[in-house]
């Protein structure tokens, strides 16, 4: 009967480790998947991709330029919950193995990269990615959270994007960041 009992408990010891969450469990963020063209709603995003080009060069309104290859995404941002933690943070495009984060460059007022978003009052913008010349390939996953880093636990809206029907536009003029018209 003791031999019994123990090999019960050790199995119910064992059946345990099974099924318990591992430790970072609850980490993940939750994705939703979006078409472009289609609003896509997370926690404290809302965000619709209006319009996705290949540049050869982009120029500011302001007159900053730059030369290289260049994935211009044109979108729609709002927060949904909260101003205070509603900062478009985490702007990477994901294609095959290697992330590409929004870049920093340029003027501030010609990207919605680590723009402050608003509850209700969405704002048009673009994201400009720098890219090897040989990455403008296959699909690519543009994914948008607000925060910075690690969005675990969080909402992360995900919108995959053609990269080979993308249209290369040659030199690209980016438009200020603004208010979006109803």
Same mark, same amino acid.
């Given at each position: 009967?003791? /031999? ?18 591992? &430790?970072?469990?609850?980490? &993940? ?7 472009? $063209?289609?609003? $896509? ?21 302001? $007159? ?32 095959? &193995? ?25 704002? @048009? ?11 403008? @390939? ?13 969005? /675990? ?14 249209? @290369? ?6 438009? &200020?960041? $603004? /208010?979006?018209?109803?």
């Amino acid at each position: 009967m003791t /031999w019994l009992l123990a090999i019960a408990l050790l199995g119910g010891a064992w059946a345990v480790t099974l099924l318990a969450p591992s &430790d970072d469990a609850g980490r &993940d963020a939750f994705v939703t998947e979006v078409a472009p $063209g289609e609003r $896509g709603v997370g926690r404290n995003i809302a965000a619709t991709v209006t319009d996705v080009r290949a540049a050869s060069s982009i120029t500011a309104e302001s $007159g900053w330029h730059a030369e290289g290859d260049w994935l211009v995404v044109d979108l729609t941002a709002e927060a949904t919950a909260s101003q205070s933690s509603g900062i478009l943070g985490a702007a990477t495009l994901r294609i095959g &193995d290697r992330t590409f984060s929004a870049t920093e460059r340029g003027p501030d007022e010609m990207t919605l990269y680590r723009t402050q978003l608003v509850p209700g009052v969405p704002q @048009h913008g673009s994201l400009l990615f720098e890219l090897p010349d040989t990455a403008l @390939h296959g699909i690519g996953v543009l994914r948008l959270s607000t925060g910075y880093g690690d969005p /675990w636990g969080d909402s992360v809206l995900e919108i995959p994007i053609d990269l080979d029907a993308v249209e @290369h536009a040659g030199a690209v003029t980016v438009d &200020d960041k $603004g /208010w979006a018209k109803p």
